[in-house]
C-alpha cells in the first residue's frame, strides 16, 4: 500500500454543496489532491456496512487547485446531482444501496488525467473508508472519460480493481493495445456517445468497442455496451448520469450496482429472433431486418447489432444498432445476416437470417463451386465441403468431386455436395469440384488437404502440454530419430494458424529413446495448442499431431478448433477424468443440434465432429467426461 499523508482537512465551500459531500484534500506520491467525499447520512452507523465507491473524473473545463477552485467539480456529474440533493440512493434486485463518491480535482499543471489522481481515490477510500472492496466503480466525462479509459488500459493490474467503469464521451486512451486488459479482467463497460460530437469524435468510441468485440483474446465475457446519442454534440453527460429512467433504464448507477467484482450475475441469455429468411428477385435489391421478436426473460435488452457474416460485398445496412432495419444496394447472391442482442449485464443471443437475391429474367448466369478452405488433417478421414457452392439464377442440381494428386483413397459420395474422404495417410491432396446449375452451365474449383502424420522420420512415444511452474510446457519423447536437425515448437489459438515460438536441438540419429522440453515463458493460458515442427538435416519439414494444455490441477478442459468452424471440427480434452463422455451442440436457442458418444481411456483425448451441415452462425458446444467434468465453449461456422 502505497503512504497516503491527510492534509487540509475540511475546506471552506459556498456554492450550496450538499451537507454530506465534503471538501477535502491529501498528498499521494507528492501529487496534491483536493476532492470532494461524499457519504451517506447513514454513514457510521454500523462499524460493519460496507459501501459501493464511486470514483467521479470531471472534465478538462473543470480543473482547478483543488483548494478555492474544488467548486467547479460540482458543475457536471454525480457532484452536481449532490449538490442539488441527491442522496446517491439506488434500488436493485430489492436491495437499496447508497454509494460513497469520490470526485478529485485535476490540476491545470495537466491537460488530462493522469493515473495518481484514481490511485490517490482508491488506495484512500479503501484504507480509510468503509467501502466493499468488490462494488468499487469508475466514470468520467469528456477528458474524464479519457481518464477512465488510460486508467483501465495503462496496467492489466487496474482493470480487475473495478466492478465496472461508465465513460461519456471520452477521448481515446493512450494505449489503446491495454483495451484488452478489460477483457481479460471480465469488466463491464458502459461507453456514451453522441454521434454529431464536435469535440471529441464519435468514432474515438467506436473504435474502442469494436476492439473489445472483435480485437481482443479473449472475447468480452461480458460485451461492453455502448450508447450513441443521434445528437446532443458534447454535452451529453446531463442526460448519462440522469437518475430517473426517462433516458435509460437501468440508469448507470443502478446499473453499476448490478455488477459486483468476482460474482457472476444470475442472468439469462436474451434470445434473438432475426426473422424469416427471404428471396428477392431485381431489379429489388431492397430487404427489410426485424428483430423485433427478441425477447429477454429476466429483464430487457439493451443492444441490437446487426452483422452480415456472408455474401457479396455490396450492400448497405441503414441502421445496424436498430431492432428492424434495411439493407440496401444488394446484388445477386445469398447474403447471411446474424442479429446479437445484448442484455443489460453484456450476455449475448445470436440469430440468423439469410436474403437471397436471384437475377430477373434473362440470360443464365453460371453457376459459382466452393470447394471450401484449403485444410490440414491428422485424421484418417476428412469431409470435404462444396456447401458454399450456389448458382445465382436458378439451382445447382449436380456435384462431382475427384481427386487430382496425393496418395489413393476412398472418396465416398463423390456425386454429392459433402463428400467424406478415407484411407487417409501423410501427403498432400488436391480435389477438384465441378458444380452444375439447372440449365446446363458449370464451374469448378479446388481444395488442398495435407496430412502431416505418418511423415516425421521419428517414432514419438508421446508429446504433451502441461502446466509446469505456472508456465505452458511442450513435452515429448521420441523412440528413435533418424537424421532429425531440430524441433520447431509452434503455438496457436485456433488449430489453423500457428507460429514458432521456440526450437530445440534434436539427437539426429538415435536408436534410444529422449526426452525433451520447452517452456513457453510467454503465455500461460489453458487454452492454447502446440504442435511440433519437425525440421531434417536436409530441410525437410513435418508436423506432429497437435496437443492442448492441461491446467496446474490436471483438471485440464475443452478445446475446440479451428473456430470459427468451416467443416471439420476437431475436440482435444486434456485431463485426468476418465469413462463415458458426450459432445452436444446447441442452437443459440438451447436446441439440441447434434450429439456423440464417446470413450475417454486416457488423459490426452481427440476426436472431431462433423460441422458441414450447420447453418452459419453461432453454437455452443457442450463436453462431459463423466458426471464430474463438463464444460461449454462458443463455436462459431461459417460457410
Known amino acids: 500500500m502505497k503512504t497516503i499523508l491527510l492534509s487540509v482537512g475540511l475546506l471552506l465551500v459556498t456554492l450550496g454543496i450538499s451537507a454530506q459531500q465534503v471538501a477535502k484534500s491529501l498528498t499521494y506520491n507528492g501529487l496534491f489532491v483536493g476532492y470532494y467525499e461524499y457519504k451517506p447520512t447513514?454513514?457510521?452507523?454500523?462499524?460493519?456496512?460496507?459501501?459501493?465507491?464511486?470514483?467521479?473524473?470531471?472534465?478538462?473545463?473543470?480543473?482547478?487547485?483543488?483548494?478555492?477552485?474544488?467548486?467547479?467539480?460540482?458543475?457536471?456529474?454525480?457532484?452536481?446531482?449532490?449538490?442539488?440533493?441527491?442522496?446517491?440512493?439506488?434500488?436493485?434486485?430489492?436491495?437499496?444501496?447508497?454509494?460513497?463518491?469520490?470526485?478529485?480535482?485535476?490540476?491545470?499543471?495537466?491537460?488530462?488525467?493522469?493515473?495518481?489522481?484514481?490511485?490517490?481515490?482508491?488506495?484512500?477510500?479503501?484504507a480509510n473508508l468503509q467501502v466493499d472492496p468488490n462494488r468499487v466503480y469508475l466514470t468520467g466525462l469528456s477528458a474524464g472519460g479519457g481518464g477512465v479509459w488510460d486508467y483501465v488500459t495503462s496496467d492489466p493490474a487496474n482493470a480487475p480493481k473495478f466492478a465496472a467503469v461508465v465513460v461519456s464521451c471520452g477521448v481515446a486512451p493512450a494505449n489503446t493495445n491495454g483495451i484488452c486488459y478489460m477483457n481479460q479482467a471480465n469488466l463491464p463497460v458502459w461507453a456514451f456517445h453522441a454521434m454529431d460530437d464536435p469535440t471529441v469524435p464519435v468514432g474515438y468510441t467506436q473504435a474502442l468497442i469494436d476492439k473489445m468485440n472483435n480485437g481482443c483474446t479473449p472475447s468480452p465475457d461480458p460485451y461492453p455496451l455502448a450508447k450513441y446519442f443521434p445528437s446532443g454534440g458534447h454535452g451529453i453527460w446531463?442526460?448519462?448520469?440522469?437518475?430517473?429512467?426517462?433516458?435509460?433504464?437501468?440508469?448507470?448507477?443502478?446499473?453499476?450496482?448490478?455488477?459486483?467484482?468476482?460474482?457472476?450475475?444470475?442472468?439469462?441469455?436474451?434470445?434473438?429472433?432475426?426473422?424469416?429468411?427471404?428471396?428477392?428477385?431485381?431489379?429489388?435489391?431492397?430487404?427489410?431486418?426485424?428483430?423485433?421478436?427478441?425477447?429477454?426473460?429476466?429483464?430487457?435488452?439493451?443492444?441490437?447489432?446487426?452483422?452480415?457474416?456472408?455474401?457479396?460485398?455490396?450492400?448497405?445496412?441503414?441502421?445496424?444498432?436498430?431492432?428492424?432495419?434495411?439493407?440496401?444496394?444488394?446484388?445477386?447472391?445469398?447474403?447471411?445476416?446474424?442479429?446479437?442482442?445484448?442484455?443489460?449485464?453484456g450476455k449475448a443471443g445470436f440469430d440468423t437470417m439469410t436474403v437471397t437475391i436471384k437475377p430477373g429474367i434473362g440470360a443464365n448466369i453460371p453457376p459459382v463451386a466452393n470447394a471450401g478452405n484449403n485444410f490440414s488433417t491428422t485424421n484418417n478421414y476428412a469431409y470435404l465441403s462444396g456447401g458454399g457452392s450456389y448458382d445465382p439464377d436458378g439451382s445447382i442440381i449436380a456435384y462431382t468431386w475427384k481427386q487430382l494428386t496425393g496418395p489413393a483413397i476412398t472418396l465416398v459420395n463423390a456425386q454429392s455436395s459433402f463428400p467424406t474422404v478415407q484411407s487417409v495417410v501423410g501427403g498432400v491432396y488436391k480435389f477438384q469440384l465441378t458444380v452444375y446449375d439447372n440449365m446446363g452451365a458449370s464451374a469448378s474449383n479446388f481444395v488442398t488437404m495435407t496430412n502431416p502424420t505418418g511423415l516425421l522420420p521419428v517414432e514419438f512415444l508421446y508429446i504433451k502440454a502441461t502446466k509446469v511452474n505456472g508456465k505452458n510446457t511442450v513435452q515429448w519423447a521420441t523412440?528413435?530419430?533418424?537424421?532429425?536437425?531440430?524441433?520447431?515448437?509452434?503455438?496457436?489459438?485456433?488449430?489453423?494458424?500457428?507460429?514458432?515460438?521456440?526450437?530445440?536441438?534434436?539427437?539426429?540419429?538415435?536408436?534410444?529413446?529422449?526426452?525433451?522440453?520447452?517452456?513457453?515463458?510467454?503465455?500461460?493460458?489453458?487454452?492454447?495448442?502446440?504442435?511440433?515442427?519437425?525440421?531434417?538435416?536436409?530441410?525437410?519439414?513435418?508436423?506432429?499431431?497437435?496437443?492442448?494444455?492441461?491446467?496446474?490441477?490436471?483438471?485440464?478442459?475443452a478445446t475446440i478448433y479451428p473456430n470459427p468452424v468451416k467443416e471439420s471440427l476437431n475436440i482435444a480434452v486434456n485431463n485426468t477424468e476418465k469413462g463415458n463422455g458426450v459432445i452436444n451442440v446447441y442452437g443459440i436457442d438451447g436446441k439440441l443440434i447434434q450429439r456423440q458418444v464417446f470413450y475417454k481411456s486416457q488423459t490426452d483425448y481427440y476426436t472431431s465432429i462433423n460441422a458441414q451441415s450447420l447453418k452459419a452462425g453461432i453454437y455452443l458446444v457442450e463436453v462431459s467426461v463423466g458426471d464430474k467434468y463438463k464444460t461449454v465453449e462458443r463455436m462459431v461456422k461459417t460457410n
Open 42 to 126: 447513514s454513514y457510521g452507523w454500523s462499524s460493519t456496512k460496507k459501501y459501493p465507491l464511486m470514483i467521479f473524473l470531471h472534465g478538462v473545463g473543470e480543473r482547478g487547485n483543488g483548494t478555492t477552485d474544488l467548486y467547479k467539480v460540482a458543475f457536471n456529474g454525480p457532484p452536481k446531482n449532490i449538490a442539488a440533493g441527491s442522496q446517491m440512493a439506488f434500488t436493485v434486485n430489492g436491495v437499496k444501496d447508497t454509494f460513497l463518491v469520490l470526485s478529485p480535482q485535476l490540476s491545470l499543471t495537466y491537460t488530462g488525467w493522469i493515473n495518481n489522481y484514481v490511485d490517490a481515490m482508491y488506495n484512500y477510500a479503501t
Open 238 to 345: 446531463g442526460w448519462v448520469y440522469d437518475e430517473t429512467h426517462a433516458l435509460q433504464n437501468p440508469n448507470v448507477y443502478e446499473w453499476m450496482l448490478m455488477h459486483t467484482r468476482g460474482v457472476a450475475p444470475v442472468d439469462q441469455v436474451p434470445v434473438s429472433k432475426a426473422g424469416n429468411d427471404t428471396i428477392i428477385v431485381l431489379p429489388s435489391n431492397k430487404a427489410s431486418l426485424n428483430g423485433g421478436a427478441s425477447y429477454d426473460n429476466d429483464g430487457t435488452i439493451a443492444e441490437y447489432k446487426w452483422t452480415k457474416i456472408s455474401g457479396p460485398d455490396n450492400f448497405t445496412i441503414t441502421t445496424p444498432a436498430a431492432s428492424a432495419t434495411t439493407v440496401t444496394g444488394m446484388v445477386t447472391g445469398t447474403y447471411t445476416f446474424v442479429l446479437r442482442t445484448l442484455d443489460y449485464y
Open 479 to 557: 523412440d528413435k530419430e533418424t537424421n532429425t536437425d531440430h524441433f520447431d515448437v509452434q503455438r496457436s489459438e485456433d488449430g489453423t494458424t500457428f507460429t514458432t515460438i521456440g526450437n530445440v536441438t534434436a539427437a539426429g540419429n538415435s536408436t534410444s529413446s529422449k526426452e525433451y522440453s520447452f517452456t513457453d515463458n510467454q503465455y500461460t493460458k489453458t487454452k492454447y495448442l502446440y504442435r511440433l515442427q519437425e525440421v531434417d538435416k536436409d530441410g525437410s519439414i513435418k508436423f506432429s499431431k497437435i496437443v492442448s494444455v492441461a491446467d496446474d490441477n490436471n483438471k485440464g478442459g
